[in-house]
């Protein structure tokens, strides 16, 4: 999976992924031009689909009509001596069976996105020096 983000100007972004871009921005009370979500939003809302999508692919794998389903994500960034927070809210049908429910929110936990953030994580990182279009 590759993502490119390419500076239109101050903090405005695109980014590519595959065949599809997004703009991405700070929003203006921390310099941007809040023409887009900023990149810690991303990563809530990267959150929040892959858990919804993981429960919903869950559910169609078992036969069961699970209809409506919302995931919301607040996050908090780690700050001194406290770590990162992730407060997600399952939103599901009521008329869904306390076994069903108990199976989506364990499935919730092993979206791709959350066993990412959960495990160890290592970055490699290189500088290339190109000549850039202005």
């Known amino acids: 999976m590759k993502a490119t983000a390419t500076r239109e100007n101050q903090f405005r972004h695109v980014v590519k992924v595959r065949g599809h871009e997004m703009g991405v921005d700070e929003p203006t009370e921390t310099g941007g031009s809040d023409t887009g979500p900023s990149p810690q939003e991303l990563l809530a ?8 999508v993981t ?5 169609q ?5 699970i209809g409506g389903v919302e995931v919301a994500c607040d996050y908090t960034p780690a700050d001194r001596g406290c770590p990162t927070r992730f407060n997600l809210v399952l939103r599901l049908p009521e008329d ?13 936990a092993k979206c791709p996105v959350h066993r990412t953030l959960d495990g160890e994580v290592m970055f490699d990182e290189r500088v290339e ?3 850039l279009a202005h």
Do not use: F, N
């Open 129 to 131: 020096r190109v000549s």
């Open 55 to 59: 429960m919903e692919m869950y559910a």
């Open 96 to 108: 869904l069976s306390p076994e069903q429910v108990e199976r989506l929110r364990i499935i919730a």
């Open 45 to 52: 809302a990267s959150l929040a689909s892959c858990t919804a």
């Open 61 to 65: 794998r078992k036969g069961w009509d």
